[in-house]
């Protein structure tokens, strides 16, 4: 971790334009660096950043925070090419009727380790939904019967444990829960950062769950084969469309780890709405970027506004989905990056669960309306899963409820009628490039494209959630920061420095160190 977190500490740099306020324990060390200060004019710098989903809205906030606390003159340019803010993060409404509920077409469920989204929500008085009071019934199809069936809570009950044992659970979560304490380390002050991903995994110890599958990883742990490829792989079907012989453990972990979660009634994209609010940044929608150029040391980005010039350019999109034109030498460090193509299906049926006869059940055998699957079956040469999961979401309105499908192909109509007896209603479609295919992997794209040239999304083949999309952004820009205003989020990284002392820096002394520290915000 310390080598990362060194990654920029350049005290040398620190002689060159300081257009924000220095902590006052460094004005009082450094005549040097005081008169630097007064010979400096206050900078004027523009930033663009593309997208405006997790990472591009958080990216602007995290900025918008530093501007706040230094006084630095950064304009924000927000550009995405779609006529809504949220990207993957948006919502629909059944019937198209804005009178009734919206219901999530992308990222639904963060959970309370992630400190962002949770803290976000607190902040800007949005409404939390926790999905515990929904107790549905869950069962894990394979294609041509259900493995396991069982109620409310789901691995705390009886039937999985006399299925697997008392330890596949138990050692499962053990390996989860280790994950988890590494990874909030993330959201301490002294989180790694880092202009490298694979220095990020190093630092939070992170190398060998993402160099492994995450059967490989589980089993290694003691977990049997069958509580991987029946359950944890009910897990990473439904967050991640991928199987437990494919997906890193990493990914596979971050499926498991679903304690307290919750999403933002009315919908998740509020978050990012608001931190674009906060921001201060002009967000352009509607407005595809079409190309990304040097100009100087700066960059011209154009689209359909022009071509304006920018110090520097956050990518907060895939870039190989972006259609954006670079240099070659640029494009060549990016690896092509296969996405899941996912097919969402919302509906609205009268029907209060699904047809027992599609489950192969008796008439009148109620099914469960939280439906999960695993390819065990399948892998013994019976028939495929002809969906990655399927869920009721409560009711819409009297006798009507809405339900989301996860599948790799279109869901016909005729599909529908068979598995809801005849009786739906409004049906919406929509195909994602949802997230990367996670095989295990000891390289990541580059963070650092070029100088003044940042990628956000380096990190999803890492881990790809909302809540990692805003943390990779505030690494991103305590990076851009670092280099062309010698500061960070929280200015501490110079502080934090070899050559400065121990635990003096204002942040430390104002803000008790406990767990409630998240670093960004309370620096
Ligand atoms: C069905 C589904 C379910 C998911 N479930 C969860 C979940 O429960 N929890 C969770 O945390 N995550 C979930 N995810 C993953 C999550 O949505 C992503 O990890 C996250 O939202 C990515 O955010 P982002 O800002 O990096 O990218 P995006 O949200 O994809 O934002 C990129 C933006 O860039 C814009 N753009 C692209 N090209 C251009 C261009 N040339 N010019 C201008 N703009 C451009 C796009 O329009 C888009 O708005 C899910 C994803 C899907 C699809
Ligand atoms: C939904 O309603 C809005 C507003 O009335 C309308 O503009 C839009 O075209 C409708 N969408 C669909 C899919 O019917
Ligand atoms: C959030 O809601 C509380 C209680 O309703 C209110 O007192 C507070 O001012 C609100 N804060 C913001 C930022 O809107
Ligand atoms: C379920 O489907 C079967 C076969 O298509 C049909 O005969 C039966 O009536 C359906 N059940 C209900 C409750 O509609
Ligand atoms: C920093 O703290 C460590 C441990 O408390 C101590 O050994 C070291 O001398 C301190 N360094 C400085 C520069 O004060």
């Not at 920061?481 to 501490?492: D, V, W, Y």
């Amino acid at each position: 971790m310390k080598g990362a977190a060194l990654l920029f500490l350049v005290p040398g740099a620190l002689a060159i334009q300081l257009p924000f306020e220095i902590p006052s324990f460094f004005k009082a060390k450094s005549a040097i660096l005081q008169n630097v200060m007064e010979e400096v004019p206050t900078l004027h710098s523009r930033v663009a950043i593309i997208g405006a989903g997790a990472g591009g809205s958080s990216a602007a906030f995290w900025i918008g925070k530093a501007k706040e606390r230094y006084g630095l003159d950064v304009e924000i340019d927000v550009y995405d090419k779609e006529s809504y803010v949220g990207g993957r993060s948006t919502t629909v409404y059944p019937h198209n009727d804005t009178s009734l509920r919206p219901i999530e077409l992308g990222a639904s469920i963060f959970v309370k380790a992630n400190k962002n989204m949770w803290r976000a929500s607190e902040e800007f008085n949005l409404t939390r939904r926790t999905f515990k009071d929904e107790d549905y019934e869950t069962g894990i199809w394979d294609g041509e019967q259900f493995i396991l069936t069982f109620g409310g809570s789901w691995w705390d009950t009886l039937k999985v444990l006399w299925r697997y044992g008392i330890n596949a659970p138990r050692k499962t979560q053990s390996a989860v829960n280790s994950m988890i304490d590494s990874y909030l380390a993330l959201y301490t002050k002294d989180t790694p950062r880092w202009d490298r991903v694979e220095d990020v995994s190093t630092a939070l110890g992170f190398e060998s769950l993402v160099a492994s599958t995450t059967s490989e990883y589980l089993l290694s742990k003691g977990v049997s084969a069958n509580y991987i490829s029946e359950v944890v792989e009910a897990a990473t079907r439904v967050n991640y469309a991928q199987d437990t012989d494919a997906i890193h453990a990493l990914e596979g972990a971050c499926s498991m780890a679903a304690d307290n979660a919750a999403g933002i009634a009315g919908g998740n994209w509020q978050v990012f709405d608001e931190f674009l609010k906060r921001s201060g940044a002009n967000v352009y929608l509607n407005t595809p970027v079409t190309s990304i150029t040097p100009k100087g040391r700066k960059w011209t980005v154009k689209s359909a506004r022009g071509s304006e010039t920018y110090k520097a350019v956050i990518l907060a999109a895939p870039f190989h989905q972006t259609a954006i034109q670079v240099p070659q030498a640029i494009q060549e460090q990016i690896p092509e990056q296969p996405y899941i193509n996912l097919h969402v299906t919302l509906l609205s049926t009268t029907a209060s669960s699904p047809n027992a006869s599609y489950f192969g059940l008796p008439e009148g055998t109620k099914v469960p309306n939280f439906v999960l699957t695993s390819r065990a079956g399948a892998r013994k040469g019976g028939k495929e899963p002809e969906f990655n999961s399927l869920s009721y979401h409560g009711p819409i309105r009297d006798g009507e409820w809405t339900v989301k499908i996860f599948s790799m192909q279109t869901v016909t109509d005729e599909w529908l009628e068979k598995v809801f007896s005849g009786s739906v209603g409004w049906v919406y479609r929509k195909e994602w490039k949802a997230y990367p295919k996670l095989p295990p992997t000891t390289t990541f794209p580059p963070v650092k494209l070029d100088n003044g040239f940042y990628y956000v999304n380096s990190f999803e083949p890492f881990i790809s959630t909302m809540e990692t999309e805003t943390i990779s952004s505030r690494n991103v820009v305590d990076l851009f920061l670092n280099e062309h205003f010698q500061t960070g989020i929280c200015g501490s990284n110079i502080a934090a420095s070899p050559e400065a002392p121990n635990d003096t820096t204002p942040a430390s002394k104002a803000v008790p160190e406990d767990d409630s520290l998240i670093y960004g915000w309370d620096c």
